[in-house]
């Protein structure tokens, strides 16, 4: 349904001296910096999957998503999406698809929310009956009725975003692109999201992708991820594969309690070396290590080494494994 391949995003940005010199330098002469947002990445997504795509801040993933939407042109490589090309045939392309930016509202800012819906139904042109049919069913999963006469603007942020999800999806989208749609919600409203994109994906057969940075939403919802990190993909596949593949490790934190000692060095010289990884961040370290060594071996090098007021043995979960894929920046393909 979703065919990306080798899809670059280059941005020119304006870098600036310090100071006023420098403001108008940057205005007469410009010194121009290339930033690659998405750099090489190539995927696929089957009718009917969810694919989550996760990242860092900054990895590049919004780019992604407004490249597959057709608002960014790729600086190079191919998208399809459900047979059409989203910059070429953008006006029958854009018919096919739903999309929701967390971020930011689709909707009439300053009109009750049932004007966004009357306009929608002229821009997709869907006739009477199939639209009182859909609103109907809309409302069972996203319970938008008693929103309808608010002003968008005086709705709260989870019911704005119900009202997104529903608005993106009255034309029955064959796929829907989701840029953190749990975003700044609390958790029962998380839930709530959650259970209706599940749901609309069952029944409507919607091929999804979403971004986020909660990984419950992963958990709970895609059938693969493609983890990107500086523009690169550094993982597909499932995340019961990636926790086969990477939870093969424990984590034990700690908290020092004497700042004197000389500690990265103490710890990198006993441990690295073993393949024990090290993270240190003020008074908090962590360290990553095989989960076939056994937790009192480490536990007493590590008393013997440095004094510490606190520590936990931790069995790798999937927030580790991607953690560690981050910090070390490493591609686990
Ligand atoms: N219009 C633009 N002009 C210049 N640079 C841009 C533009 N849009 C994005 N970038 C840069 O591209 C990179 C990727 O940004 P992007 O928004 O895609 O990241 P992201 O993965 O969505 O991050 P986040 O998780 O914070 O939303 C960043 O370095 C960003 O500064
Ligand atoms: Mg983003």
């Known amino acids: 349904m979703i065919h990306v391949e080798h899809a670059v995003k280059e941005f ?17 002469k410009p010194s121009v910096e290339i930033v690659t947002a998405v750099n ?24 992604m ?3 597959l939407t057709g608002i960014l042109y790729p600086t190079s490589g191919n998208i399809t999406v459900a047979g059409y090309n989203p910059q070429k045939q953008r006006q029958q392309y854009v018919r096919h698809i739903g999309v929701v930016f967390g971020q930011r509202t ?45 002003p968008v603007r005086t709705l709260s942020l989870g019911q704005r975003m119900r009202a997104d999800l529903a608005a993106a999806m009255l034309h029955q989208p064959k796929v829907l692109f989701l840029d953190e749609p749990t975003i700044g919600l609390d958790v029962v409203v998380k839930d709530n999201i959650r259970k209706a994109i599940a749901q609309m994906n069952k029944n409507d057969e919607t091929t999804i992708i979403l971004t986020t940075h909660d990984l419950a939403d992963i958990e709970l919802l895609s059938h693969r991820i493609v983890m990107i990190d500086q523009g690169k993909r550094v993982y597909q596949g499932t995340l019961s594969d990636l926790k086969e593949r ?33 993270y240190l961040e003020n008074e908090r370290g962590t ?16 008393l013997d080494l440095i004094a510490v007021k606190d520590i ?21 393909e």
Not at 247 to 259: L, N, P, R
Not at 265 to 271: A, C, E, P, T, V
């Open 12 to 28: 020119k940005k304006i870098v600036k001296q310090p100071g006023l010199k420098g403001s108008i330098n940057a205005l007469f």
């Open 40 to 63: 090489d990445v190539s995927f696929d997504v089957n009718k009917g999957e969810i694919m989550g795509f996760i990242g860092p801040n900054g990895a590049g993933k919004s780019t």
């Open 65 to 67: 998503i407004k490249m």
């Open 106 to 150: 689709q909707l009439w800012w300053d009109l009750p929310l049932s004007e966004t819906f009357t306009v929608l139904k002229e821009i997709y042109q869907v006739e009477t009956k199939r639209y009182q049919q859909r609103m109907g069913y809309l409302n069972e999963v996203l319970d938008i009725a008693p929103l309808m006469t608010s």
């Open 246 to 278: 990477f939870g093969k490790s424990k984590k034990i934190e700690f908290v020092i309690s004497d700042m004197e000692q000389p500690i990265e060095q103490l710890l990198s010289q006993r441990f690295q070396q073993r393949g024990v990884q090290v």
């Open 287 to 302: 360290l990553i290590v095989d989960r076939s060594i056994p937790s009192a071996i480490i536990l007493k090098e590590l």
């Open 312 to 332: 936990s043995i931790k069995e790798s979960d999937v927030e580790s494994i991607i953690k560690e894929i981050y910090l070390t920046k490493a591609s686990y």
